[in-house]
C-alpha cells in the first residue's frame, strides 16, 4: 500500500509531496496510511464454513478473512 501522505516529527508538516517545501532539510519523514475497514464474512460465508468440518471450517474461515482484508 503506497501512503497518502508525509509527516515530517521535527516541525509538525504534513504534506502529500514527499518533496515538500514544508519538510525540514534534514528532517526524517514518516509515511502516513489510511486505515483500512475491515470486511467481515458474508452470512452466506459463514453457512458454509459451518457445513465443513470443524478443522477445515476454521482453515476456511482464516483464508477468506485474509482474502477479503489484503
Do not use: C, H
Amino acid at each position: 500500500m503506497k501512503p497518502i501522505a508525509w509527516y515530517d516529527p521535527t516541525n509538525g508538516a504534513v504534506s502529500t509531496d514527499k518533496n515538500s517545501p514544508l519538510f525540514t532539510p534534514l528532517g526524517q519523514l514518516l509515511p502516513l496510511y489510511t486505515q483500512r475497514t475491515w470486511v467481515g464474512l458474508t452470512d452466506e460465508e459463514i453457512v458454509y464454513g459451518y457445513t465443513l468440518e470443524k478443522k477445515f471450517a476454521m482453515q476456511y474461515v482464516d483464508a477468506k478473512l485474509r482474502e477479503k482484508n489484503s
